[in-house]
């Protein structure tokens, strides 16, 4: 049996390790349920060594006896008083390797001597030294330091077989880089890196810190900074609402005896909406797309030379990172690993590949289709009702909740229909119509009432779509069986169909499927020609493509018929 290398994340943040099992990478849990150790070392007030999670929580309380982001002073001549004690950054990095060293025997059952350990692009021969030298400490032979967004570009399995350019975006809670890879079968190789090693997530979370701060500073002329209980408090409570406005439109801030004034307690509530939270962290944003441009300048490419852009980092799951790079690189962000982890795994593939083993790609659930609903919105320029908004996109890993807000578009809208659907067109009545259903009985309130729209999938592939009134709670639901299976059944049957065809056995459905044809024909001329009608006709033509899809849905042969026939009127008026 060969010698079971390990592969390494040692981050500023938290830190992974990873092995290759059974040809499949895979993150070993530190604790049940969770694969991430914190990034931080300390001392309790007996003197017991802490490692991850019980050091990251005494932190806000004993700085003296914590210390985190050492990784911030590899390679420097420092020495970090911790209680009576000084240590080098190598040994403090080696504390955590150690740890994560005997985290991997205690699942896999044996001794382990070799490891793999990653270290960002940027990395100085120093700094990759120390590194080196803290895998010494913790009785690990560092059989190769890889680049980080090596090991990512190899986690991601690659689409292009023979060779292709990829951005690795890696956004973390203290770091952010950008590299251009070009990789060639398994063969990558960083041609340029660019970044900020100051800039994350913390950041994102003290633009939140300092709203609430605001908040109590207005509304209790009270200064919560004097209290490190209560700013460490504070400190949890952003990053909790920022990681919660990643899948919903809004979040409750809530703390309870957060503060006291003159003998009475003060407690917090304050909603932040998503839309306000993207514009505090819009120049971070904009900065990290300016280091792209930066990076590819220095790899002597241009957006057009990049195949892929991959995702790394957990501030990557903030859902407008991944909006703007696509709309300024023009590619859709690969985001289906764990942004957390698939560095670790990277490690461990290449971990496995220096013993000669065979490795496979990293397996994910994932849901292979894009599901969302219709709303009015700006279509190729003009409102437009059935413009499509995706909730969940495909590559998307399962399970996963994501929430959006819509609003009624008239006074006293007592009602809204939500329609599901499954496709990737951005126009919905291209896309396959999944379920739908109606939310009554809402409030007599101006245009303008915001409803939130939740949609789960979970690991079988049931789909539920929650609707609820934001202001009453008033909501209505709808579940879908086999939402992603379901398509993979019809198109076995269309298939099926093809097939049958082909050899001319007769087919029973064959009427129904022409007027299908008719219908769908008919619907894409519409569509076509609905910038040339007039407001009137546009009205009546987006209700008569309604009618039809209704009526195919419920398979209503005789309102069909009828809808079929009016739209054609209203298009050969059209036409004429
Ligand atoms: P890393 O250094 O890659 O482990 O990333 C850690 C950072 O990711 C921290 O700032 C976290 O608050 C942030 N993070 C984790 N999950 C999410 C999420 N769902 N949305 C936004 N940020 C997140």
Redesign the pocket.
């Known amino acids: 049996m060969t010698e079971t290398i390990i592969g390494i994340d040692l ?4 830190s992974e390790v990873a092995v290759v099992r059974e040809g499949q990478a895979q993150v070993l849990e530190i604790q049940t349920g969770n694969k ?1 150790l914190p990034s931080v070392v300390g001392f309790s007030e007996d003197g017991t060594l802490l490692v991850g999670e019980p050091a990251r929580n005494q932190y806000a309380l004993y700085p003296q006896r914590t210390i985190r982001s050492v990784k911030r002073l590899m390679g420097e001549d420092s020495h970090i008083t911790l209680g009576e004690q000084q240590y080098t950054p190598q040994e403090i990095s080696a504390i955590i390797l150690r740890h994560l060293k005997s985290i991997a025997e205690q699942h896999l059952g044996e001794e382990i001597h070799k490891a793999v350990i990653t270290v960002p692009a940027y990395f100085s021969d120093a700094q990759r030294q120390a590194t080196r030298e803290a895998g010494t400490i913790a009785g690990l032979e560092v059989v190769r330091i890889i680049n980080e967004p090596t090991a990512a570009s190899l986690a991601f399995d690659s689409e292009y077989p023979d060779q292709k350019v990829a951005l690795v975006y890696d956004l ?4 952010f880089d950008v590299s251009v890879v070009r990789m060639e079968r398994d063969v990558v190789e960083v041609l340029a890196s660019h970044g900020n090693n100051k800039l ?3 950041d ?2 003290q633009k939140i810190i300092e709203h609430i701060e605001a908040h109590i500073k207005e509304t209790h002329q009270l200064d919560p900074i004097s209290s490190p209980q209560t700013m460490a408090r504070i400190t949890q409570a952003a ?1 909790a609402a ?2 919660a ?3 919903q439109p809004y979040v409750q801030i809530e703390e309870e005896y957060l503060l006291e004034k003159d003998g009475v307690p003060v407690h917090l509530s304050l909603e932040l909406a998503r839309h306000d939270y993207e514009e505090m962290i819009a120049d971070y944003v904009d900065e990290t797309l300016r280091a792209i441009h930066t990076a590819l300048e220095g790899a002597r490419m241009t957006v057009s030379d990049l195949n892929e852009v991959l995702l ?4 990557t ?2 859902p407008v990172i991944a909006r703007r790079l696509e709309e300024e690189l023009r590619l859709q962000p690969r985001s289906e690993i764990d ?2 982890l698939c560095v670790a795994s990277g490690a461990a593939i290449q971990a496995a590949m220096i013993a000669g083993e065979k490795v496979g790609n990293v397996l994910v659930d994932i849901t292979p289709y894009t599901f969302g609903t219709s709303a009015m919105a700006k279509y190729k320029g003009e409102l437009y009702p059935y413009t499509f908004v995706p909730l969940i996109k495909k590559n998307t890993p399962i399970p996963v909740t994501k929430t959006e807000v819509f609003y009624t578009i008239f006074d006293g809208q007592d009602k809204v229909e939500v329609n599901v659907y499954q496709g990737e067109d951005s126009d919905a009545l291209n896309n396959t119509k999944i379920g739908r259903f109606m939310i009554e009985g809402l409030s007599d309130v101006p245009q303008g009432n915001p409803l939130l729209s939740t949609f789960s999938l979970d690991l079988n592939g049931i789909l539920h779509v929650t609707s609820q009134e934001k202001n009453t709670g008033l909501e209505n639901s709808i579940r879908i069986d086999n939402a992603i299976s379901r398509f993979e059944n019809e198109e076995m049957a269309e298939a099926t169909d093809r097939v049958q065809n082909l050899f001319g056995e007769p087919d029973t459905q064959d009427d129904k499927r022409r007027e299908n044809t008719r219908a769908q024909a008919l619907i894409e001329k519409a569509q076509r020609l609905m910038e040339k009608a007039s407001d009137d006709d546009r009205e009546d033509m987006v209700d008569l493509i309604e009618t039809i899809n209704d009526a195919l849905q419920a398979d209503d042969d005789e309102s069909l018929e009828e809808a079929i026939d009016q739209l054609s009127d209203v298009i050969f008026y059209l036409e004429a």
């Open positions: 981050g500023t943040t938290n991430l973390g809670g203290g770091t994350g997530g913390d994102f979370d990053e920022k990681i406005l990643s899948d790394v980092g957990g501030s799951r903030t942004p957390d």
